[in-house]
């Protein structure tokens, strides 16, 4: 049942991604759409926090140090204090949300998860590992 419940809401993130306008709070800030901005993973990931944010127990941005001078970030969140660790990514997981293999909330165990699902999912541009991580305030 919970499985169902978080792939369901899953789908519901991913699709809401796409098809939702993001809410603005000052009437004279356009939106991400409206300026043309590109698909940033940042402006993705801050996107998909603050709409999974307000239902969630717990919600990072966790931003992944590629290299020294290069990173990505992703937006996890946390249903219930038990529940596993929820990821959303457009790069990686073309816009999907994958269930991690740990409850922590501890940037570099959160990083590492990641990176092990994608290397046993034989992810399309070979090894991932990240050289650090932590959660953007």
């Known amino acids: 049942m919970r499985r169902a419940l978080i792939f369901i809401l899953g789908i519901a993130i991913g699709f809401s991604l796409r ?27 801050t996107e998909a926090y603050h709409r999974v944010a307000p239902a969630a127990k717990w919600a990072r941005l966790l931003h992944l140090d590629l290299s020294a001078t290069e990173g990505h970030m992703v937006c996890v969140w946390q249903l219930t204090p038990h529940d596993p660790i929820l990821l959303y990514d ?16 501890d940037a570099k165990v959160i990083a590492a998860a990641f990176a092990d699902a994608l290397n046993r999912a034989n992810w399309r541009h070979g090894q991932v590992k990240f050289t650090g991580a932590h959660f953007v305030e």
């Open 90 to 105: 457009k790069f990686y997981l073309g816009s999907q949300t994958l269930e991690l293999q740990t409850a922590q909330h």
């Open 19 to 45: 098809m939702i306008p993001i809410p603005v709070h000052s009437e004279n800030v356009p939106s991400v759409q409206s300026v043309g901005l590109p698909n940033d993973c940042a402006i993705v990931a």
